[in-house]
């Protein structure tokens, strides 16, 4: 099983701000996918990465892929209240999550 | 728009109790997941099915059962409802594995079970 370690597990920051998260392993991902989850609904998938030090666009979200395929970063930029949410990321190949990282955008 | 629908969002059920929960997906995806989330633990894979009548245990089947006669359909099962298995449970579908791409997951909105 990979293990998957996101970090911060909890973030709290202001309207406007930027902000990145990670999720590491020791294990190579063929793939990787972050979803987010708001409160009372299940995850959504926001992309996935493929290809080491790959580096894809949403809106004002980036996500990158590590050049070795073990790690992945989210970054936000000019955080909103509608980015307020859990923020899970998964591997390939066995289905596993990370723990997640909590994050909470106060206007 | 792919849609999961999980049978109930609030269940409340005495410890021994046999439990249902029940998911049904509509775009004919050939997986279906079922996790269990918990703060600090994410989610966690109980159970997986590829395919109907099959099943395949994830990380904590212990005190599970599924059941997976028709495809659009999963059921989680737990024989003897206990405390420790409070928490919120998570169904997926998905369309068949590729071969290193993640497929994407669709969840439905979840269902918070309380065992007392």
């Known amino acids: 099983t990979q293990l998957l370690e996101q970090s911060p597990q909890f973030l709290s920051i202001q309207e406007g701000e930027n902000l990145t998260v990670y999720c590491n392993s020791s294990?190579?991902?063929?793939?990787l996918q972050w979803y987010r989850q708001e409160p009372g609904e299940g995850p959504v998938l926001l992309v996935t990465?493929?290809?080491?030090?790959e580096v894809k666009k949403l809106k004002r979200l980036t996500f990158q892929f590590g050049d070795a395929r073990k790690d992945s970063s989210l970054h936000i930029t000019a955080a909103q209240p509608g980015d307020t949410g859990l923020y899970l990321c998964?591997?390939?190949?066995?289905?596993?999550f990370g723990a997640g990282t909590r994050l909470t955008v106060k206007p | 728009d792919v849609k999961v629908t999980q049978s109930s969002r609030y269940l409340v059920k005495r410890t021994g109790e046999k439990v249902f929960l029940e998911c049904v997906q509509d775009m004919d995806h050939e997986n279906m997941f079922w996790y269990r989330q918990d703060p600090g633990l994410g989610l966690r894979l109980i159970y997986f099915?590829?395919?109907?009548?099959?099943?395949e245990k994830g990380d904590i089947p212990e005190g599970y059962s599924v059941s997976r006669e028709k495809k659009e359909r999963f059921s989680l099962i737990l024989e003897s409802a206990s405390t420790n298995q409070t928490s919120m449970y998570l169904c997926?579908?998905?369309?068949?594995?590729?071969?290193?791409?993640?497929?994407?997951?669709?969840f439905g909105p979840g269902t918070r079970l309380l065992v007392l």
């Open positions: 997926a579908s998905s369309q068949k594995f590729g071969t290193s791409i993640l497929e994407t997951q669709y």
């Open positions: 990465v493929v290809t080491g030090g």
């Open positions: 294990s190579v991902f063929s793939s």
């Open positions: 998964a591997g390939y190949n066995d289905m596993r």
């Open positions: 099915s590829y395919d109907v009548k099959m099943k």
